[in-house]
């Protein structure tokens, strides 16, 4: 238990799963969040999205954790779970393309910490460390939470 709130796994569709066999350029871990509405649903969909559009190949996902939201707590909890992909993109453009998808699946920026449909952040892009006013690499402080750490251990087997 995190704050009181119980934690949890759930799967769906998608979650979890293995599509792909290493082969591309870079890897990255793409850490997937979300609270409004069919959360489930919708990573189901961006992850079909993804297979199809070709900019990132999806080499597999982990089960989706239950979660209690932090910064604004005035929301309901959150599902969290981790893709490993690949990628030709650089770090920034592959940043730009992740913003776009979440738009795409209505992503609404109203306040910081705020409820949302969709949450992609890079977690890790390759080995690489790097810093610029709009991406840091590793994401910072990923390592302080439950929500990363845990579903990275379901795939951790993609990222060697």
């Known amino acids: 238990m995190i704050g009181g709130a119980k934690m949890g796994w759930r799967t769906s569709r998608r979650f979890?799963?293995?599509?792909?066999?290493?082969?591309?350029?870079?890897r990255v871990v793409i850490g997937v969040g979300g609270n409004v509405g069919d959360t489930a649903a919708r990573f189901d969909r961006m992850v079909d999205?993804?297979?199809k559009n070709g900019r990132i190949r999806v080499l597999g996902t982990s089960p989706l954790l239950k979660n209690p939201p932090f910064g604004y707590l005035d929301q309901p909890d959150f599902l969290n779970g981790v893709m490993v992909a690949e990628t030709?993109?650089?770090?920034?453009?592959?940043l730009r393309y992740m913003l776009w998808v979440e738009k795409r699946f209505g992503r609404r920026r109203?306040?910081?910490?705020?409820?949302?449909?969709?949450?992609?952040?890079?977690i890790f892009y390759d080995d690489i460390r790097f810093s610029s006013r709009r991406l840091r690499l590793p994401h910072p402080h990923y390592h302080e939470r439950?929500?990363?750490?845990?579903?990275l251990a379901f795939v951790k087997d993609l990222l060697i």
């Open 16 to 26: 979890p799963g293995r599509y792909c066999k290493p082969g591309g350029i870079h």
């Open 49 to 51: 999205y993804l297979r």
């Open 88 to 94: 030709r993109l650089d770090p920034l453009a592959l």
């Open 110 to 122: 109203s306040f910081k910490n705020a409820p949302r449909t969709l949450d992609l952040d890079i």
């Open 146 to 151: 439950d929500s990363v750490m845990l579903p």
